[in-house]
């Protein structure tokens, strides 16, 4: 089903737990490990991803560094196409593509191979991550997509930080599984 019904929905976002004040006083992070740990709700969302995504016809599954590359690496290979991995800099072996993107204090960078989306132009590619918050690392990460002659079809997130409007900045269409606020 391409849809979740309202008890699917329920059981993934029973399954995510807050942690409050990590990592630092203020912030509730959204602990992914319980959904993992939970087998119904991890296939319940593997299953949705697998049912929206199929008639996209993708080429190509982008993961951010780190836990976009455990969904993104399991939808890829339901999906029976390639998996990318976005990581952080100075992680990647090969000749890279990198992006900066600011932070609260200071910045971060993201990285690509060159050659990640083989040599014809144009592969058309999803890019996921667990969370969307201001927005910044996504916005980033599709932005290496195009630059390394990639479409960035659609970005999507398991959950959404809403009233961030982080997604404003992101030029894809964005879906999120689940929001918050
Ligand atoms: P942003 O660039 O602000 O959208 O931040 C997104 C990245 O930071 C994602 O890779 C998330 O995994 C992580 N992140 C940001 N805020 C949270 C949060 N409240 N709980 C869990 N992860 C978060």
């Given at each position: 089903?391409?849809?979740?019904?309202?008890?699917?929905?329920?059981?993934?976002?029973r399954?995510?737990?807050?942690?409050?004040?990590?990592?630092?006083?203020?912030?509730?992070?959204?602990?992914?490990?319980?959904?993992?740990?939970?087998?119904?709700?991890?296939?319940?969302?593997?299953?949705h991803?697998?049912?929206?995504?199929?008639?996209?016809?993708?080429?190509?599954?982008?993961?951010?560094?780190?836990?976009?590359?455990?969904?993104?690496?399991?939808?890829?290979?339901r999906?029976?196409?390639?998996?990318?991995?976005v990581?952080?800099?100075?992680?990647?072996?090969?000749?890279?593509?990198?992006?900066?993107?600011?932070?609260?204090?200071?910045f971060?960078?993201?990285?690509?191979?060159?050659?990640?989306?083989?040599e014809?132009?144009?592969?058309?590619?999803?890019?996921?991550?667990?969370?969307?918050?201001?927005?910044?690392?996504?916005?980033?990460?599709?932005?290496?997509?195009?630059?390394?002659?990639?479409?960035?079809?659609?970005?999507?997130?398991?959950?959404?930080?809403?009233?961030?409007?982080?997604?404003?900045?992101?030029?894809?269409?964005?879906?999120?599984?689940?929001?918050?606020?």
């Amino acid at each position: 089903m391409q849809t979740l019904t309202t008890e699917e929905k329920e059981i993934i976002i029973r399954s995510i737990r807050d942690i409050p004040d990590f990592p630092k006083p203020g912030i509730i992070f959204k602990d992914i490990t319980t959904l993992l740990s939970n087998p119904k709700a991890f296939n319940t969302l593997m299953t949705h991803l697998e049912n929206r995504y199929t008639p996209y016809n993708l080429d190509y599954i982008a993961g951010i560094d780190a836990r976009g590359f455990i969904f993104g690496s399991i939808l890829a290979d339901r999906l029976g196409i390639g998996f990318v991995p976005v990581r952080k800099k100075g992680k990647l072996p090969y000749t890279t593509v990198a992006e900066k993107y600011s932070l609260e204090y200071g910045f971060d960078e993201v990285e690509i191979h060159i050659d990640a989306f083989g040599e014809e132009k144009g592969a058309k590619v999803l890019l996921i991550d667990d969370l969307i918050a201001t927005g910044g690392t996504a916005k980033a990460a599709a932005s290496l997509i195009d630059k390394v002659g990639a479409k960035c079809v659609e970005v999507c997130f398991i959950l959404e930080l809403g009233f961030l409007k982080g997604r404003m900045g992101i030029n894809a269409p964005v879906y999120s599984v689940l929001e918050i606020g």
